[in-house]
């Protein structure tokens, strides 16, 4: 079975400060992979997803990840947070076989003004 | 563009009551999912219609959740009777393509 793990379940960050939230997932075919974020009162919202093609993909509001096949990883990064960026995270994967997501355990951002 | 909408928001029911979740998925969407995210866990998927019929329900805890979804359109989801482990909340999500949209989710609460 699929699983997903994210290391990291509480960050809290000054405004400017970098992100890096880690990524895991064990699955030994062909998968595509997402992020979701979920803004507080809101719904669950992609943020970026990864198909093929280049392992580095841009996402909105400044985010990025990058595939690394040989690590099973596909961890989220943006340079600079900003207040708004306050959120939880949630990394998914799906196998192009398949349609359910399997879902990480979610990283919860506080970032601090 | 409407997007995926759930019903209630919030639902608190007494152990052994019955509580019917419902989803309205993204219009023209034929696929349609159910999660769950009990709390400080992961989203787990429950099940997966295409249309009227199920795809997949391997994530179906128990005989006491029921899926329909009658007409393809709008799915429930049935609780009968709640435990107190069934508390959660509930994520219903819609696709055409590869992309999932998600609804807000209904928290349920059972005391």
């Known amino acids: 079975a699929q699983s997903v793990s994210q290391h990291n379940h509480h960050v809290i960050l000054s405004e400017a400060a970098s992100l890096e939230l880690g990524c895991n997932y064990s699955?030994?075919?062909?998968?595509?992979l997402f992020w979701y974020v979920q803004y507080p009162g809101q719904h669950l919202q992609l943020l970026l997803k990864y198909f093929s093609g280049d392992p580095l993909v841009k996402g909105i509001k400044g985010f990025e990840a990058e595939f690394i096949k040989s690590k099973f990883s596909f961890n989220l990064r943006k340079p600079s947070v900003q207040w708004s960026d306050t959120a939880e995270y949630f990394c998914a994967v799906n196998s192009n076989t398949g349609n359910q997501f399997y879902f990480g355990t979610g990283t919860s951002l506080t970032v601090i003004p | 563009e409407a997007g995926v909408t759930q019903f209630p928001s919030h639902s608190v029911i007494e152990k052994g009551q019955t509580v019917t979740l419902r989803c309205d998925p993204i219009?023209?969407?034929?696929?349609l999912y159910w999660y769950r995210r009990v709390m400080g866990k992961e989203i787990k998927f429950l099940l997966h219609?295409?249309?009227?019929?199920?795809?997949?329900e391997s994530g179906m805890p128990n005989n006491r959740f029921l899926a329909e979804r009658t007409g393809g359109t709008y799915s429930t989801l049935k609780v009968q009777p709640a435990e107190l482990e069934d508390s959660g909340v509930y994520f219903c999500?819609?696709?055409?393509?590869?992309?999932?949209?998600f609804g807000p989710g209904t928290r349920l609460t059972v005391t």
């Open positions: 999500a819609s696709s055409q393509g590869d992309e999932q949209y």
């Open positions: 699955y030994g075919g062909t998968v595509n």
């Open positions: 219009s023209g969407h034929d696929n």
């Open positions: 219609f295409v249309k009227e019929s199920k795809q997949d």
